[in-house]
Every structure is written in C-alpha cells, then in structure tokens.
Nanobody, 123 residues
Framework: QVQLVESGGGLVQAGGSLRLSCAASGRTFSSYAMAWFRQAPGKEREFVARINRSGSNTDYADSVKGRFTISRDNAKNTVYLQMSSLKSEDAAVYSC????????????????WGQGTQVTVSS
C-alpha cells in the first residue's frame, strides 16, 4: 500500500511558476513509477508527466513540454512537478499517481492516487 499526499497548489498569475510536491509513504518509493495527471472542470483526466523508478527517464504531454519538469527524490520519497510559464489552460486539480513497475501515460494503469491539489491561474 502506498499513500500519496500532494501539496504546493494555489493561485498564480499567468506566466508564473509553482512547484507541486507529492509525498509518499508506505512501501519502498523507489519501486514505483510516478506520474502527474490533471483534471479541469468538465474535462477528462489527462496525462501531464511521468518518471521512471530511478528518475532517469521522463515523459511529458505536448501541452506542457518545455514548461513543466517532473523529478523525484527517492531519499525523500517525494516526486515534484515544477511548473513555469503557466497558462490559464493549466488550471486544474493536479494528482500524483504511483504504479509498480514501468511508468505509463494511461491513468487506468496506476494503482495509487493522491487526493489532488488545485492549481488556479489568473490572467
């Protein structure tokens, strides 16, 4: 069992930056691939970024590539999402997710989810 708790969301102006954190507890964090997803009101959940167990490989949705960076610190059992040049369309509830083995872009492949953190972007 893995418990995930996100933090770092909030209100930011367009063009600004935020860093989201996802702290994990439970079984060995380094055994889990991690990902960030987001869901805006009235829209389906969408993939944002993923990272493999060691942190050596990352992958991003085209909509955030070059603006967002996913990273992890296995010693701190935490995965991060650094977001910069934020746009109004980035506003959503951001959730981290974990799965044993390799990472995936498909949310159905993730076994564990955090409660989510709200990101609001003002124009």
């Amino acid at each position: 069992q893995v418990q995930l708790v996100e933090s770092g969301g909030g209100l930011v102006q367009a063009g600004g930056s935020l860093r989201l954190s996802c702290a994990a507890s439970g079984r060995t964090f380094s055994s889990y691939a991690m990902a960030w997803f987001r869901q805006a009101p009235g829209k389906e959940r969408e993939f944002v970024a993923r990272i493999n167990r060691s942190g050596s490989n990352t992958d991003y949705a085209d909509s955030v590539k070059g603006r967002f960076t996913i990273s992890r610190d296995n010693a701190k059992n935490t995965v991060y999402l650094q977001m910069s040049s934020l746009k109004s369309e980035d506003a959503a509830v951001y959730s981290c997710a974990a799965r044993a083995g390799s990472s995936s872009r498909d949310p159905v492949n993730y076994n564990y989810w955090g409660q989510g953190t709200q990101v609001t972007v003002s124009s």
